[in-house]
């Protein structure tokens, strides 16, 4: 029912029968215009001493296992958990 009810509000039939993504195709040209992404170790790190818990999509290529390994460096006491056959971001249902 979950998967159901996200492709409906994802996806859009066409006349025609062909499905498409619906979406509004501005939302890619505003996250341009933000500019580039800010560095986010020195928030990250500053939670070093409060309880952390990384969940990550084994099949992620987003949140890599390079990039755990460098929060591991700066966070070394978070607790990790990895969701097989997930992408990027495992559901928490």
């Known amino acids: 029912d979950f998967w159901r009810l996200f492709a409906r509000r994802t996806f859009r039939q066409e006349a025609d029968g ?3 993504l619906d979406y509004d195709p501005g939302i ?3 996250l341009l215009e ?3 992404a800010p560095d986010l170790w020195g928030p990250f790190a500053s939670l070093a001493p ?3 818990l990384v969940v990550r999509g084994a099949i ?3 949140l890599t296992p390079p990039i755990i390994e460098k929060m591991r460096g700066v966070h070394p006491s ?3 958990c990895e969701v ?3 992408g990027h971001a495992p559901t928490l249902t």
């Open 50 to 52: 409060i309880p952390t």
């Open 60 to 62: 992620s290529d987003l």
């Open 78 to 80: 978070f607790a990790y």
């Open 18 to 20: 062909r499905w498409r």
């Open 84 to 86: 097989a056959d997930v």
């Open 28 to 30: 890619g040209r505003a």
């Open 34 to 36: 933000v500019g580039p």
